[in-house]
């Protein structure tokens, strides 16, 4: 077997079920998951109306780099959202259909990392565990950068060594982070692309989440628009990871698409070659109809605002929680240890959150989720609701 799958963690929901084992929650109140990250609003009925009309195409085999229609659509997107020229974004050469960006994530660092080097994958911290596990597998050494409220939960890229940064092959970002919401500005992306250039790494922009924010008239910046901006028209260096998972409330359809660095891209594609992981024909038409579509986006997000103003209004007085800035997460201080606060309010509540330390990893000294908890507003508003007043009742009861 591959050594390296001995240095893999075991999943953040893998303990918390440890941790929940033995408790009985109390039988007269439903439980409520706040633990996990899947979207449970309505998937748009156009999109199962697109992937049901499509189904003669699962007689075909698809194509790795996906449907011309499917490219294109990617590419208006981009060009739309990220203020692109549609002169410098090629729906042939710089965007691939992928999977869900778990997947594209995971091969990602697969592909590009020369495990002959003495190789570092530098990831936020806390971080999306798939990351360590990419790094892991690719026979490299993750990096963690702990992202703290003193820096407003983004790393402090200039504070890390020279001799960190010459070793680097793969920097993975996240914006809007998880958990935080934290959202990274155009001139630090801009910084990171300069940093990319004078140690010859990629960059991995989780950008997921990209379309969930609080202020309808700042959608979070992109990797791809800051290289723009700054004339970098051929996006040197820089690959971002965007998901209809989250935008359009479609964790099954596990569809994604990652687009960049022409170059970087076609080895990526010859690697996805191998890795044999087309996208379904009906996916890929449904996929289509998704991008092309803003209406059901914006009502997603107003969506989560009720939800945020509402969970957050109850919470307030009895934690330091506020909404952040993107994202569909909450990540609170907590008056106690992470692990026994979430054992507890399962036990006394019924609500299932996620203790912080399972998200992050010891590192220059300090846990950056210890004494954290993140909670996934994605139930309906009434069940956050009813979530945040068991929450307040279990604080006051300490």
């Known amino acids: 077997m591959n ?15 440890k941790l929940k084992a033995g408790c009985q929650p109390p039988a007269d109140r439903a439980h409520i998951a706040l633990s996990i990250g899947e979207p449970k609003h309505a998937t748009p009925a156009f999109i199962h109306e697109a992937l049901t009309a499509n189904l003669a195409g699962l007689a075909n085999y698809p194509v790795t ?3 011309e229609a499917l490219r294109n659509a990617i590419a208006a997107w981009l060009i739309r959202r990220f203020s692109l020229s549609d002169r410098d974004i090629s729906a042939d050469r710089n965007i ?3 999977n869900g960006t778990r997947e594209a994530l995971f091969s990602f660092a697969q592909a590009v990392v020369d495990r002959s080097r003495d190789a570092l994958v530098l990831m936020p911290n806390p971080f999306y565990q798939i990351y360590e596990g990419a790094a892991y597998l ?5 990096w963690f950068m702990n992202s703290t409220e003193e820096n407003q939960f983004i790393p402090e890229f200039d504070r890390i060594p020279d001799e ?9 970002i996240c914006s809007p982070g998880n958990p935080t919401g934290a959202v990274t500005s155009t001139e630090t992306l801009q910084q990171l692309i300069e940093l990319a250039d004078r140690h010859d790494f990629i960059i991995a922009s989780d950008e997921c989440y990209s379309e969930l924010y609080t202020d309808e008239d700042k959608p979070p910046a992109g990797l791809l628009g800051a290289a723009q901006a700054m004339g970098r028209t051929d996006y040197a260096r820089c690959v971002v990871f965007h998901s209809l998972s989250k935008r359009s409330n479609a964790p099954g359809l596990r569809s994604g698409f990652v687009a960049g660095d022409a170059k970087v891209l076609e080895k990526f594609l010859l690697y996805r070659t191998y890795h044999g992981c087309a996208m379904p024909p009906p996916t890929q038409a449904a996929s289509t109809a998704a991008w092309q579509d803003e209406e059901h986006v914006r009502e997603n997000r107003e969506l989560y605002r009720q939800k945020f103003r509402a969970v957050v209004e109850l919470l307030s007085p009895v934690l330091n929680v506020s909404i952040p800035a993107g ?15 979430t054992r507890m309010l399962f036990h006394q509540q019924n609500v299932t959150v996620l203790p912080g330390s399972y998200l992050s990893r010891e590192a220059h000294g300090i846990n950056p989720g210890h004494q954290r908890i993140r909670m996934a507003l994605v139930a309906e508003t009434r069940e956050c609701i009813d979530a945040a007043q068991r929450i307040r009742t279990f604080i006051e009861s300490l």
């Open 327 to 341: 994202g569909f997460y909450l990540w609170p201080k907590t008056p106690l240890d992470d692990t026994e606060f």
């Open 96 to 98: 691939l259909p992928v």
């Open 164 to 172: 960190v940064w010459k070793r680097c092959q793969l920097l993975f």
């Open 138 to 142: 690719a026979g490299a050494t993750p």
């Open 3 to 17: 050594p390296d799958l001995n240095r893999l963690q075991p999943y953040p929901f893998e303990k918390l079920a």
């Open 65 to 67: 780099r996906g449907s």
